[in-house]
């Protein structure tokens, strides 16, 4: 299992920062990117990129590798839609219903992945 680059200390912070309605852009884009990585860890693989502009993208998901180009599966959202998805204040399917996440592919069904669970629980 890899490390995590940013520090569950770091991550979670910023996680908290983001549900109090105290993040501004780096602790945002902090708070995205360490729960992109926990989606990395937990479900390793590259069939499935993720991506959440500007802040940062994932390949996660066991299945046919993917080396080149744009991938089959593509998952996209906001920053917002993903911390909610990734903490479990909103459900897979209602996001992907009311447009806020674009999703392509076979592959490309995070609900088996979501909410993430990370080392501790952020209230």
């Known amino acids: ?10 991550g979670e912070a910023s ?9 501004d ?7 995205v990117r360490y729960l992109l990585q926990v989606l990395g860890r937990d479900a390793e693989g590259n ?6 502009p500007p802040h940062g993208a994932v390949q996660a ?9 744009t991938p ?3 998952v996209e959202m906001d920053a917002e839609t ?3 998805l990734a903490t479990g204040t909103r459900q897979w399917a209602e ?16 609900s088996e992945y979501l909410p993430l669970v990370w080392e501790r629980i952020v209230p």
Do not use: C, F
């Open 95 to 110: 996001a992907l219903d009311s447009g806020d996440v674009s999703a392509s592919g076979s592959r490309a069904d995070l």
């Open 61 to 69: 998901i066991e299945g046919p590798n993917h080396t080149r180009g």
């Open 15 to 23: 996680i908290r920062m983001v549900k109090d309605g105290r993040a």
């Open 82 to 84: 993903w911390i909610a």
């Open 25 to 31: 852009r780096d602790s945002t884009a902090t708070a």
């Open 1 to 10: 299992m890899a490390q995590l680059k940013i520090a569950a200390i770091a």
């Open 47 to 52: 069939s499935v990129e993720v991506r959440v």
């Open 72 to 74: 089959p599966n593509v």
